[in-house]
């Protein structure tokens, strides 16, 4: 115990890997978190780091993916996050999906017994003035109304919101396995991590129709101009971008056969395992905005999930993010009130590990801060430099929107022969890696 002390705001999933890294370097930490003294509108518990959409933490190949490096860089450098998903991991495929309540309770219960870790269930309805110390705000997508509105007056921009969806979960003994089949795309992972539930043509065409004619959820009139983020696009508004989208989306049928009958189908509907009892699965890519009842009629219109029990429907909620290439430093601080830091989706990175990621890094910027050290950035060839490189600088303020991990965040190859396909992505991924243990040296 060095007498150093740090608040952080948010008990997500970039608070809880902050909180985690400051008190592993050393420092005594407040994790403030909100529920369940104040409910979101998706927020199912009041459990750190719960995880309120998918239960996917995406591709875990550190060989040709820029996710699954991020992945190995986090491991690398001791998150709880990455400690707890693998500890409480599922089949998913060559994807990391967890148990999403398990992997919720074994984060907590981490904080919960570190020496140096105080959670304080509270609302923090206004940003810290100097004399608090210093700050680490990841309130991420649901931050509270006050709270945004006093970002919003420190930062004088107009809007923090995009809209985000969260797709449904379907109970397994519901799922008709007569029609649907359980297989990975291109047989990866075990080969049969995913349960698919076929459609022709015919069936698909109606599909396509049924989903733009379904009522939706109405917006408030504040919130009828916000944009959505592409990454999570609902289902019905990407089937409206033509009659074809969602068959190159997340309906399409490449590396799949029919189980039953060895046929290769025209769509396809792909669900996940969501818990480790495997009990829970939920629909890929299927967020919506469709209202409950609607979502219920068309869904079971699916081959396989005609008496489809729902555990979730989905939904709609706003999300908060700033301007982080205009308002924060190379080290995350905001430029007007340095002793706050950002971290998380708040700040634009779009992910579960981007939004994990983000807070690790806020805390190690922040222990470093504390001890009187020198920082250094993680180089811009490694995933965490990557994004940090993009959010503080190399994105255009103007145009700025949230973003995922990827190669195209990486500074290109420097060699003779140009890289092509997968030995590019295998070069970038060991550069990274190389470098990124380099770095921690």
């Known amino acids: 115990m060095t007498g150093k002390k740090a608040q952080v705001i948010g008990g997500g999933l970039a ?15 407040t994790l403030h978190e909100m529920r369940p003294v104040r409910k979101t509108d998706v927020h199912q518990t009041h459990g750190l780091a719960e995880l309120v959409c998918s239960n996917s933490f995406r591709s875990d190949d550190k060989t040709a993916n820029a996710v699954g490096v991020l992945h190995e860089e986090m491991r690398m450098m001791n998150s709880l996050i990455m400690r707890e998903a693998d500890i409480h991991a599922v089949p998913a495929g060559g994807a990391l999906a967890v148990d999403r309540d398990n992997f919720s309770a074994g984060v907590e219960q981490a904080l919960e017994n570190h020496d140096l870790v105080t959670i304080n269930r509270d609302e923090i309805t206004e940003l810290p003035s100097p004399s608090d110390g210093p700050v680490i705000i990841a309130s991420g997508p649901l931050t509270s109304d006050s709270l945004a509105n006093s970002i919003l007056a420190e930062t004088k921009e107009d809007d923090l919101a995009f809209f985000d969806a969260i797709a449904p979960i379907v109970h397994f003994d519901s799922i008709n396995m007569d029609v649907a089949w359980f297989q990975s795309r291109y047989d990866k992972g075990t ?48 089937a409206e971008r033509g009659p074809q989208t969602l068959r190159f989306g997340p309906m399409k049928p490449v590396g ?13 509907v792909q669900l996940r395992q969501d818990n480790q009892l495997a009990t829970l699965f939920n629909m890929v890519g299927f967020q919506t905005k469709m209202k409950y009842g609607e979502q219920v009629r068309v869904f079971r219109t699916i081959p396989g999930l005609e008496n489809a029990e729902f555990a979730r429907l989905g939904g709609l909620h706003r999300n908060t993010f700033i301007n982080s290439p205009r308002l924060l430093d190379g080290q995350l601080r905001l430029k007007t009130q340095p002793h706050i830091r950002f971290a998380g989706q708040i700040t634009g990175v779009e992910g579960y590990v981007e939004s994990a990621a983000t807070g690790g890094m806020a805390g190690r910027m922040l222990a470093c801060e504390l001890h009187e050290q020198s920082w250094q950035s993680p180089p811009q060839t490694t995933a965490h430099g990557a994004l940090l490189s993009h959010i503080t600088g190399g994105a255009m303020a103007d145009t700025f929107q949230p973003m995922n991990v990827n190669f195209g965040l990486f500074p290109a190859m420097e060699t003779k022969k140009r890289l092509k396909g997968r030995d590019r992505k295998h070069a970038y991924a060991e550069r990274a890696l190389n470098d990124m243990q380099q770095w921690l040296a």
């Not at 608070?15 to 930490?29: K, P, R």
């Not at 939706?216 to 609902?234: A, I, L, Q, R, W």
């Open 256 to 268: 799949l056969t029919n189980a039953h009958d060895g046929s290769r189908p025209f769509a396809v």
């Open 191 to 238: 080969g049969k991590d995913y349960i698919n539930c076929p459609m022709n043509e015919d069936q698909y065409n109606a599909f396509i129709s049924a989903l733009c004619e379904g009522e939706k959820m109405s917006f408030k009139e504040f919130e009828e101009n916000t944009p959505y983020f592409d990454g999570c696009m609902p289902i019905e508004i990407m």
């Open 15 to 29: 608070g809880s890997e902050a909180a985690w890294q400051l008190a592993e370097a050393g420092i005594e930490v």
